[in-house]
């Protein structure tokens, strides 16, 4: 089955950049995207179609996208932004995949 | 205000099954695509599957771990979506959310609901 690949956890102090990747075999072809959780809460769309920004994120929050690898980019990351980050894309036949999630924390 | 409510949560046994329900508002259901979303305690986030609008075709789509025990179903008339789940096992525990998108990208979940317990044990 697909697999999408991030690392389990990115440390960063406030003010410094934070960035978070996701590999996968399919996204050359497929848009990635990507989601908030902070605990105990929904998840939040921060990314879609690799590089958008919903209306309402931060203009910090920005995505790109590489050959196997997309990477969500936290310029001056605050304490607020300490979440899970999960990278979703979906698969050859068009289903759904989550990464396995990334904590960060910004302290 | 854009809205979904999860309910139907609950308890069950392993084998046994429940039907989760997510009622949406403040949108034109019957023009979205909705998927369910789950969360095991601890763990990250998993796609369950998805249907398409009518329109659309309809048409359904399951991740492998669910696929010929969960079914998804819509009720346009009563803005509901729907999880049956039959043949429960433990490792379904979870937070099931309902989810869609507002954008005129089908992955780009933008609405999420505060999501229902299951619990499979014993």
């Known amino acids: 089955s697909y697999e999408l690949t991030q690392p389990p956890s990115v440390s960063v102090s406030p003010g410094q950049t934070a960035r978070i990747t996701c590999s996968g075999d399919?996204?050359?072809?497929?848009?990635a995207y990507w989601y908030q959780q902070k605990s105990g809460q929904a998840p939040v769309l921060v990314i879609y179609?690799?590089?958008k920004r919903p209306s309402g994120i931060p203009e910090r929050f920005s995505g790109s996208s590489s050959g196997t690898m997309a990477t969500l980019t936290i310029s001056g990351a605050q304490v607020e932004d300490e979440a899970d980050y999960y990278c979703?894309?979906?698969?050859?036949?068009?289903?759904?995949?989550f990464g396995g999630g990334t904590k960060l924390t910004v302290l | 205000e854009v809205q979904l409510v999860e309910s139907g949560g609950g308890l069950v046994k392993p084998g046994g099954s429940l039907r989760l329900s997510c009622a949406a508002s403040?949108?034109?259901?019957?023009?979205?695509?909705m998927s369910w979303v789950r969360q095991a305690p601890g763990k990250g986030l998993e796609w369950v599957g998805r249907?398409?609008?009518?329109?659309?075709?309809?048409?359904?789509d399951y991740a492998a771990p669910v696929k010929g025990r969960f079914t998804i179903s819509r009720d346009d008339s009563k803005n509901t979506l729907y999880l049956q789940m039959n043949s429960l096992k433990t490792e379904d525990t979870a937070v099931y959310y309902c989810?869609?998108?507002?954008?005129?990208?089908?992955?780009?979940?933008?609405?999420w609901g505060q999501g229902t317990m299951v619990t499979v044990s014993s």
């Open positions: 989810t869609t998108f507002t954008s005129s990208s089908p992955d780009a979940f933008d609405i």
């Open positions: 403040g949108f034109t259901f019957s023009n979205a695509w």
């Open positions: 249907i398409k609008s009518k329109t659309d075709g309809g048409t359904t």
């Open positions: 399919a996204l050359p072809k497929k848009y």
């Open positions: 179609e690799d590089s």
């Open positions: 979703y894309s979906t698969d050859s036949s068009g289903n759904g995949v």
